[in-house]
């Protein structure tokens, strides 16, 4: 189900047809599978590394189509799972990590400055807000450890600052990050797309990956050719549950989507008009974003689950009727919960464990990479999976190719029927838990025993 944001970048292009899908067969030095901001970005990087490699990338939709078309654009820093990176890899490399991501952000934004693309940038941070008592505080451990070490990017706010700043009554408190924006997310794709394009950087579109040969030299396989390369990149975001290698480290629940029609008068009247981006402090987080053309657009997790790798079923639409959707509208700003709506979608999040990405080499085939599990935060740290790719792609001994998130997949998810089965009992424990939290109600044994088995976060929620 297309996105509203790809049809609106789309419709801005003139609705381009795709480009020409693999035709043959071809030996190049960098095979890349997806065309979405992990691979348009390592492409990208491999490029400017080394402008002689031959690299072609097969997207089997058109570039951005999936969750990098879908997502709710917020260009999030990772020093929210400073705490979590630090356990991971020790202070140095948490600090180092979370430095970059922040100047991924403005990386991102140079770049489309270069490359004149309009993101419709937004940058006033985000509020990561509590809606009530029983999910409050919670950030402050974090926020202490960060001043710890001088990082003073966060605002404590009360219900009262939220309110004052974005006109929502919802909130019982929170903490403004200030190192945030927000984009419109398929205009970053496309963008990329183009500039690959004009790097000399081949892609096919239309041309979906059937098997990944795993010899020696790797070779990818289409319906119509087979790509035969030095290195094989799979980036393939929540489709990478078809890999068996990577299947048991990562799962994929669906976020849906809404964004109103253009309503600058009525966001204007209410104190919503460039308000920073909000995000509750539910486990199935739901988000709120204004956009420069005057729309608001929302996000809640949970969605539909797929079944094994069947990623394309799960997203035929939102799980949630547009009633609800409004509801959560409605929770961040009442007063607009009835404006238009332009669009409703599902997109797919890669959840890993420890809601960290994984970056690395398939174990046994050293020539076959993988990058993939942001959990829901890849519009930025895909910038820097694409560094830590492109220097394993070249066999480079750097910081990159050693940091702290290229480690190896690990069984964290049971196989099919278990994983559909368990998941659908975990959602519905963490809905009645958060209600009760809402209720001010403690949860009882059952629902705390299967609320225990949701994946970990580094996010404040």
């Known amino acids: 189900m297309t996105s509203f944001w790809m049809t609106q970048a789309l419709a801005e292009e003139g609705s381009p047809p795709p480009l020409d899908p693999l035709d043959g067969d071809r030996r190049v030095d960098i095979a890349i599978v997806g065309g ?3 691979g348009l970005w390592t492409a990208i990087e491999l490029k400017s590394r080394d402008p002689s490699l031959d690299i072609v990338v097969i997207e089997k939709d058109v570039c951005g189509a999936g969750a990098s078309g879908a997502n709710a654009g917020m260009l999030v820093s990772m ?3 400073f705490g979590m990176l630090e356990q991971l890899a020790g202070t140095a490399e948490a600090l180092r990590l979370c430095h970059a991501s922040v100047a991924a952000i403005e990386e991102i934004r140079r770049f489309a400055e270069t490359h004149r693309i309009d993101l419709g940038w937004q940058g006033g941070g985000s509020i990561w807000g509590a809606t009530c008592a029983a999910q409050s505080g919670h950030w402050h451990a974090a926020i202490d450890a960060l001043v710890a070490h001088g990082i003073d990017l966060y605002d404590v706010l009360t219900a009262a600052d939220i309110e004052r700043l974005t006109g929502s009554p919802s909130f019982v408190a929170g903490v403004l990050d200030r190192s945030n924006a927000v984009i419109q997310p398929a205009r970053l794709a496309r963008g990329l797309r183009r ?10 579109e239309g041309t979906r990956m059937t098997r990944l040969g795993r010899g020696t030299p790797p070779s990818v396989v289409t319906p119509t050719g087979r790509l035969t390369a030095r290195k094989v990149i799979l980036a393939t975001y929540a489709w990478s549950l078809a890999v068996p ?6 799962m994929v629940m669906c976020t849906d989507g809404l964004v109103t029609g253009p309503a600058p008068d009525a966001i204007e009247a209410a104190g919503f008009t460039g308000v920073p981006a909000m995000v509750d402090s539910r486990v199935f987080i739901s988000s709120c974003r204004t956009t420069a053309d005057g729309r608001i657009g929302i996000t809640k997790s949970g969605g539909r689950l797929p079944y094994g790798a069947r990623i394309d079923a799960a997203r035929k ?12 509208l409605g929770m961040f700003q009442p007063t607009l919960a009835g404006l238009p709506i332009a669009g409703t979608w599902a997109g797919p999040i890669d959840r890993s464990w420890d809601g960290l990405p994984l970056f690395g080499r398939i174990p046994g085939h050293p020539d076959i990479l993988y990058g993939f599990g942001y959990s829901g935060s890849g519009v930025a740290l ?3 999976g694409a560094r830590m790719l492109a220097s394993l792609a070249l066999d480079a001994k750097d910081e990159w190719s050693t940091a702290a998130l290229v480690r190896q997949p690990k069984r964290a998810f049971p196989p ?15 809905e009645r838990h958060d209600r009760l939290d809402h209720e001010g109600r403690a949860a009882g044994p059952i629902t705390r025993a299967l609320y225990a088995l ?8």
Do not use: C, D, N
């Open 79 to 81: 020093w929210v799972g």
């Open 317 to 328: 639409g939102p799980r949630r009727p547009l009633a609800e959707l409004r509801q959560v």
């Open 382 to 384: 895909s910038r820097l």
């Open 416 to 430: 099919e029927p278990f994983r559909y089965i368990g998941a659908h009992a975990v959602r519905t424990a963490i």
């Open 36 to 38: 979405g901001y992990t």
């Open 245 to 250: 290698e990577l299947a048991p480290a990562a």
């Open 454 to 461: 949701k994946p970990a976060s580094y996010k404040p929620a």
């Open 195 to 204: 500039a690959a394009l004009g790097m000399g950087i081949v892609i096919h």
